[in-house]
């Protein structure tokens, strides 16, 4: 039962290793400069073919195998993946898939975290997240990476005119990276030249040698979408060299996808639900 329940707080373990820090003022200048050059415009013809190759459905929905390597444990459990673009990224965790243990959700304004066995909650903004924040992970920047998509730090949608903002490496000629630098963060992802696919997203957060973490994201196993393709694997990868933290790896498999509408975005909780911190759910789970 407890590796469940780490299970269900893996996204935001690393919110008790330090003091919420909003990454003020540090926005990506995404001015266009005129890349007139051909080369300029060699680059940013390839990244309008990897966003026109995103999938365009509205509604993302799987049975998924859930696996989770944290602290020296191994888990794997059976869940459901739910996404509606623009509202929601559900994540919901079922046993032996007869009875849902808990959910992460995460939404515009909040990350929800239900642990059904213990009827507790944790309910934050992504500022109060040390990780996310400090990775400049909002809802957009982390449904882009779900979804497996391109996108510019603190910016709802990506418009053709923000290529401009990326430096892609035309040289390459298999495995293309594509960067973007955001104050502390650097952005990497790397593109497959003949699919026009992304295959690793990678944010690195710095700011000295005591505050360094690492978030990358792995795709593989492309399955038909409508008619684009889908990361059918996903690999999440948490590194941090805060103390007592170390390396999370999150292995999310999907398994028969479909663009099913009928859900509701919304979760309620009774009153029998405690709203608990992470630090205090953490504190029982790690026996600190």
């Known amino acids: 039962m407890k590796q469940i329940l780490i299970a269900i707080i893996a996204t935001i373990i690393l919110a008790s290793c330090g003091s919420s820090k909003a990454l003020q003022g540090e926005k990506t200048d995404t001015t266009t400069q005129g890349k007139t050059s051909q080369a300029g415009q060699k680059s940013i013809d390839f990244l309008r073919q990897i966003t026109d190759n995103a999938v365009y459905n509205k509604n993302i929905v799987s049975p ?12 794997n459990v059976s869940g459901k993946l739910q996404m509606r ?12 898939g007869l009875m849902e243990a808990g959910r992460i959700e995460f939404a515009p304004e909040y990350v929800l975290v239900v642990d059904r066995i213990n009827k ?12 996310l924040q400090n990775n400049g992970l909002d809802f957009y920047t982390l449904q882009a990476l779900f979804w497996n998509e391109l996108f510019i730090p603190y910016k709802n949608t990506l418009a053709d005119a923000d290529l401009s903002a990326y430096n892609v490496d035309m040289q390459a000629q298999q495995e293309r990276p594509v960067t973007l630098r955001n104050g502390s963060l650097d952005f990497r992802w790397t593109a497959d030249v003949e699919r026009r696919q992304l295959k690793k997203a990678e944010i690195t ?11 990358t994201f792995n795709y593989s196993t492309f399955v038909p979408v409508g008619t684009k393709k889908f990361p059918s694997k996903q ?42 911190t992470a630090h ?5 789970l790690l026996g600190n």
């Open 64 to 75: 998924i195998d859930f696996s989770l390597t944290a602290k020296g444990r191994n888990i």
């Open 85 to 96: 673009k623009d509202e929601l990224i559900r994540i919901t965790l079922t046993p032996l």
């Open 120 to 131: 507790q909650y944790i309910k934050a903004t992504y500022k109060d997240i040390d990780f």
């Open 205 to 215: 957060y710095s700011k000295g040698t005591a505050k360094e973490s690492t978030a």
């Open 235 to 276: 690999t999440l990868t948490f590194n941090s060299n805060a103390a007592g933290t170390g390396e999370i790896i999150l292995d999310m498999e999907l398994n028969r996808i479909t663009n099913d509408d009928k859900w509701d975005t919304k979760t309620t909780l009774s009153a029998r639900y405690t709203q608990v």
């Open 280 to 284: 205090d759910v953490l504190s029982k």
